[in-house]
């Protein structure tokens, strides 16, 4: 009478619903995710000139001329620097005041023209866009410091305060076209 056992079948999980789960976590997943998206180099472009407007006259020592060429070699004022160089050379120029009569007169006529070659190498392009652009935040940050006992990425966004920084090292930077 005990003897008698049945043989019992193994439980089995329903998989009707399974589909359904599938799906629920699939869009779950696609919601929550993040997807980087390269933005690219952000620089704020001048207004387009008039079709027959002529540059305004610059005078030579106000321009610092950086040029990458295709072997990677970054040259300043036709003369090879290294890229860990660039930044220093570039606040020098920059604030100068008329001391040196090879740089600018003033850091808001100094400018920055940057030039490739096509086969410039990409890396070292940004590396010295980076130093450049490094030069500049360093000098703001400088002033803010002296002036206002902050880092300039402390004030305020539209504050007067930003403004006068902006407007005591106005970034100006031309990016000519490559070489073909």
Avoid: C, H, W
């Amino acid at each position: 009478m005990f003897d008698d056992k049945k043989e019992r079948e193994d439980p089995e999980i329903g998989g009707a619903g399974m589909a359904d789960i599938a799906f629920l976590l699939l869009i779950f997943f696609l919601l929550v995710t993040t997807i980087d998206v390269d933005t690219g180099i952000g620089l704020q472009l001048p207004p387009a000139p008039e079709e027959n407007q002529e540059p305004p006259p610059i005078k030579e020592r106000n321009l610092l001329n950086i040029l990458v060429n295709s072997q990677g070699m970054v040259l300043m004022d036709e003369e090879p620097t290294p890229v860990s160089q660039v930044k220093q050379k570039v606040k020098d120029f920059i604030t100068n005041r008329g001391e040196n009569p090879e740089l600018s007169d003033s850091p808001d006529q100094a400018i920055v023209s940057i030039k490739t070659d096509r086969a410039t190498p990409y890396n070292v392009y940004i590396d010295m866009l980076d130093e450049v652009m490094g030069a500049y935040a360093e000098l703001r940050n400088q002033a803010a410091q002296a002036k206002f006992g902050r880092n300039y990425g402390q004030l305020g966004d539209n504050s007067e305060q930003k403004q006068a920084i902006q407007d005591m090292y106005p970034k100006k930077i031309s990016i000519a076209e490559p070489n073909q």
